[in-house]
């Protein structure tokens, strides 16, 4: 079993930035891929990014790319998500998940975090 909790959310205008933590407890950490997802209000959880387990590989959404940045500290069992140059699209809750394959469909990872809000205003 892997625990995952979720930090670092908030409400945020456009244009700027947030930092989310997900920390884990429970098994090997730095065994698992760990990806970011989001869903919106009426909406399907969808993909927003995922990590190796080394950290040597990264892939985002396209709706993402060169604004969030998917990072891992295997010593302190954490995975970020730095957010910059936020929308309002982007509002939704984020949830940090851990799959064994470097995997986009959510369907597929085995452990959930709880989800924090990211809210952002115009």
């Known amino acids: 079993q892997v625990q995952l909790v979720e930090s670092g959310g908030g409400l945020v205008q456009a244009g700027g930035s947030l930092r989310l933590s997900c920390a884990a407890s429970?098994?090997?950490?730095?065994?698992?891929?760990m990806g970011w997802f989001r869903q919106a209000p009426g909406k399907e959880r969808e993909f927003v990014t995922v990590?190796?387990?080394?950290?040597?590989?990264?892939y985002y959404a396209d709706s993402v790319k060169g604004r969030f940045t998917i990072s891992r500290d295997n010593a302190k069992n954490t995975v970020y998500l730095q957010m910059n140059s936020l929308k309002p699209e982007d509002t939704a809750v984020y949830y940090c998940?851990?799959?064994?394959?470097?995997?986009?469909?959510?369907?597929?990872?085995?452990?959930w975090g709880q989800g924090t809000q990211v809210t952002v205003s115009s």
């Open positions: 990590i190796s387990w080394s950290g040597g590989s990264t």
């Open positions: 998940a851990a799959n064994s394959r470097l995997i986009r469909q959510p369907d597929e990872y085995d452990y």
């Open positions: 429970g098994r090997t950490f730095s065994s698992y891929a």
